[in-house]
C-alpha cells in the first residue's frame, strides 16, 4: 500500500513535468515528419515511417526514461520531501522500488501513445495495419525499463547529470554488447578474456529484444527466445533495483 | 490618497525621460534582431543555385554497418536508400556521374537484404552509371535472398534481354523468366516472354512446354497465343505432331486438351 502511494505520487509528478508533455509532442512531431521521408523514398512510404516512426519512439523514450530516472531520486532529497517519507514505516527497498514503478508507468503512458500514435498513422499511410508495431514498441518499453534502473542505481551514487550521460552510455552500450562476446573469443589471454566475459554480463543486452527490423520485413521474430531474453532484462532491472536499494540503504540523511 | 495623487503628476512627469533608455532597452535588441534575420534571410535567397554536390561520396564498407547494431541495421540502411535516390536525382541530369551510386546500392541491400526496392532501381540506376554488371551481381544476390519474389528474376531476365550479349543471351534472359513464371503474384504476360524467349534461343521443347503451360492457365486471349505459337513450333506433319502433342496431355485438364486438339489440328480435318 506504500508502496502503492509513492509510486501513485511519482507517477503523478512525472506526468505533470512539462518537459515531459514537450519530448512527447516533438516525438509525435517527429513520427509525423517521417511522412515528409516517406514522400521522397520512391514509393516506400509504409516502410520509412515505420522504420524512423520506431527510432523516434525508443529515442525520445530514452530521452524520457534516462532524464527522469536520473532526477527522481535526487529531487526528494533536494527538496527534503524524503525525510517526511522515512520518518513513515517505509523502508528505502520500497521507496527505490515505488519510484520504479511510478515512472514505469509514466513511461507506458507516453510509449502506449507513441505506438499507438504511430501504429495508426502507418496504418493510414500503409493501408494495412502491422501490429508488429505495437509488439516492437512494447519490447522497446522493456528494454527501457532496464535503462530506468540502471540509471536509478546510478543515480544512487553520483550527480543528475553523470547519471543521465551513463544511462545513455549504457543504453548504446546495451545495443553493441555482442561485440563483448566477439572479445571473449579473440586473443589469447586469460585475464583480457575474462574481463570480456565480465563486461558482456554487466552490459544489458538490449538487442536480443529488438524487433525492429522484422518489422520493416528484415526476418520474423522468434518469439520465445524474445520471451526467454525479456526474463533476463526484467530479472536484470530487479537487479538494478535490489544494488540501487542496498546503494541507497547506506546513505545517511 | 494624497500620497498617490502627489507621486501620479511626479510618474507622469518621468516617464517623457525614461522611455528613450526603456526603448534602446527593448527595441534595439529587437531591431537588431529584425536586421540580422533579414540578412540571414537576404543571404539566403541572394546565393546561387547550388550545383551537383561531388559525385564521389564517402560509403562505408557494408561491414563497418553489419559490425554496429543490428536493432538499427535497416534504420541505416533506409537512410541511405534516401541518400541514394537523392544522389541519383541529383548526379543523373547534371553531370552525369554516378560514381558511389554501386557502393550505396551495394550497402543498403547488405544491411536490409530483404528490402526489394533498392534490387529493382539498381536495374536501371546502374544502367546510368555505366555498370550493368554490378546490377546483374545485386539482383542475383536479390534473387537468393529473396526467392518468392517474382520481380527480382523477372528484372534479371530483362536485364540481360535488353542489355546482355553473346549467343547465349536469350537463353540466360528465358531462364529467369522462366524462374519469374513458376512465382506467385507473377503478370500473366511472364510465362508468355518466357516461352517465346526459349524458342528464340532455340529451346524448341522447353518452349512448348511453357506454352502448354500458358493454355492450360490462361485466359481466352492467352489461350488464343498459346495455340499460335504451339502450331508453329510442333511439328507439322500430322503423325509427328500428334505424338508431340500425345505427349503433352498430363499437363491438361480434359476438357482443355480437347480444345488444344481442335484448335491444332483444324487444318488436318
Redesign the interface.
Known sequence: MRVYAIALNTFKETIRDRILGVIVVFALLMIVASLW?AS?????QG??MK??GL?AVSFFGLVVAVFVAASLVHKEVDKRTVYIIFSKPVGRVQFIFAKFLGLAATLACVLAGMGVFLFFADWAVSKSPTPLILAATGLIYLELLVIVALTILLSTVSSTILASVLGITLFVAG??S??ALALTNLGHSAILKGISWIVYVIIPN??AV?I??AV????SPDWPLIAAWSGYLLAFSVLALLLASWVFSRKEF | MGGHSSAQPRHSSAQPRRLPGLMRRRLLPILAALICLAAVIAFQISRPATSAGNPRVFVPAPRFYE?????????IA?LY??GA??YYGEHVNGDHRLDSLPAMLTLVTTL????I?PYL?SSFALIDAHQPLVAYTLLQRGQRANPRNWQLPFQLGFLVYMYGEGKTKDQVAAHWFTVAADLPGRPTFVPRLAADLLAKGGETHAAIIMWAQIYQQGDKIAMQKAAAALNSLLPQAKQARMQAVAALKPIFSPARFNDLIAALFQRYL
Open positions: 521521408l521522397i523514398s520512391l514509393g516506400q516502410r520509412m522504420d524512423f527510432v545495443q553493441l555482442h561485440h538490449l538487442n529488438d525492429k527490423p520493416v520485413g528484415e526476418g | 559490425e554496429f547494431s543490428p536493432s538499427y541495421r535497416t534504420s533506409d536508400w534516401l535516390i537523392q536490409s537484404p530483404h528490402f526496392e532501381f
